[in-house]
């Protein structure tokens, strides 16, 4: 039968399991996925250990908002796709009971869309959350511009990286911000025009240096926490922040500085709309297709590994790059 990934109980990457359950059969307007691959998030992470914002029944919880794999059955009523056809998770509304880390999952049919030609199982398995989420954040909350200065958090990140990326490709200028000096020339080649090394700089000073003075047009804000206050001091006035992290668990305070427009963002606020997703996805495909968009993938593991790979990441010892699982 096929292998399931399932945990009991809270903890770290040991309470997670395999078993092996019955191939589940799609009901009406579902496709049934044969999973070849998926990548390990940070929600993933939160849902294991007890920190996810979403409750998550116990026991027998499953895991995996991401992934690629071949339609493999057709529910009943269900049109537009076909059996063997390659394609990529775009959303899994219930991931603690029908969750990527399987053999098999069934999802609405709403819920995929066809893989981008030329992209590989490991690729492809990686870069759907990364490049939707930066999407959503700069193209369809903050109207990114050409021309538009970005200033970026947690920039060594997956959606860091893919927000770098988008916004090179739309003719933006993105200003990578990091605690790392070691990250520097990492995040150059990357995509940042510039980087500020929060442990040796002060933000907004260094954002008007590389602005000519006029301070950043957009900012996302991938930590938020307490450090939030000391990018709003490094935009110009009329400029737009969009927070759309959670790794500074701390309070974020209200902003306080130059008149700004604030969006809270998450990454599946946008996801259960077919059109936003339909231009997500052609956004997507256009900017793979032009060489664009490259997913930095970091260590690839096997199903049995699965424990192993949530240590890799909860460790730091990926780079911010994506890990996959391939099944």
């Known amino acids: 039968m096929p292998r399931v990934v399932v945990f009991d109980a809270f903890g770290g990457p040991e309470v997670m399991r395999i078993v092996e359950e019955p191939v589940p059969e799609p009901a009406a307007g579902e ?5 070849e691959a998926f990548a390990v998030n940070p929600l993933d992470l939160m849902m294991r250990s007890g920190a996810s914002p979403a409750p998550v029944p116990l026991p027998h919880a499953r895991l ?4 690629t794999g071949v339609v493999d059955a057709l529910g009943p009523d269900t049109t537009g796709l076909a059996v063997g056809d390659p394609v990529l998770l775009t959303a899994v509304p219930d991931a603690v009971v029908r969750g990527s880390y399987a053999e ?14 030329g992209l590989g199982t490991t690729q492809a398995a990686a870069v759907w959350v990364a490049y939707s989420t930066a999407y959503g954040a700069l193209v369809e909350r903050a109207k990114i511009r050409p021309g538009d200065h970005l200033l ?3 920039a060594s990140g997956a959606v860091g990286r893919a927000a770098m990326q988008i916004a090179r490709y739309l003719g933006a200028v993105p200003l990578a911000v990091t605690r790392h000096t070691a990250r520097t020339d990492d995040l150059l080649a990357a995509g940042a025009e510039a980087v500020i090394v929060t442990d040796r700089e002060d933000v907004a000073e260094a954002v008007r240096r590389h602005t000519g003075g006029a301070g950043a047009d957009l900012v996302l804000d991938l930590v938020r926490g307490p450090g939030q206050q000391d990018l709003v001091q490094a935009v110009r006035p009329g400029a737009t922040l969009v927070a759309a992290g959670f790794l500074d668990p701390r309070p974020t305070p209200f902003p306080a500085g130059p008149s700004l427009t604030s969006f809270n963002y998450r990454g599946f606020d946008l996801l259960f709309d077919p059109v936003v997703v339909r231009r997500m996805a052609a956004f997507l495909s256009a900017g793979l297709s032009h060489g664009a968009f490259q997913p930095a993938i970091g260590e690839v593991f096997a199903l049995d590994d699965v424990a192993e790979a949530h240590r890799h990441v909860e460790e730091g010892r990926h780079g911010g790059k994506k890990v996959v699982v391939t099944v």
């Open 31 to 35: 496709v049934r996925v044969r999973i």
């Open 64 to 67: 995996g908002v991401e992934g």
């Open 104 to 117: 098999y999952t069934t999802v609405p049919a709403g819920r995929v869309i066809p893989r981008p030609a």
């Open 152 to 154: 970026i958090t947690a």
